[in-house]
């Protein structure tokens, strides 16, 4: 028994000239290390999502204010053309009313 209590006591404190080899211990990295070592794999990925997403809501956007616009455009445009065509209604009206007015005068005053 006293033995195996002294092979323990050597596997525990061994001494220099000890058959059995140790592995130095490694020092702990710090956490923040560690967490950046970790995240390296999938860092590039969460970038490349990360613009995607950038990438989409800028052209989100960019469809939004573009699709604004042409719409604005397109009420100015049918504005115009009601204006237009209005215009248009009132020229003739008045070359009836000219005409009508020809019509009515007596026949003594076209000579």
Do not use: C
């Not at 209590?5 to 596997?11: I, M, R, Y």
């Amino acid at each position: 028994m006293s033995n195996s209590s002294s092979q323990s006591q050597e596997l525990v404190n061994p001494t220099p000239n000890s058959s059995i080899s140790y592995k130095p211990i490694k020092k702990k990295r710090p956490i923040s290390n560690l967490n950046q070592s970790l995240l390296k794999p999938f860092k590039s990925p969460l970038i490349n999502n990360k613009k995607m997403r950038q990438e989409q809501t800028m052209q989100s956007k960019k469809t939004l204010v573009h699709e604004a616009r042409e719409a604005q455009v397109r009420e100015v445009r049918e504005a115009q053309a009601q204006n237009q065509i209005s215009r248009n209604n009132q020229q003739t009206q008045v070359i009836e009313h000219h005409e009508d007015e020809q019509v009515l005068m007596p026949i003594t005053s076209k000579e």
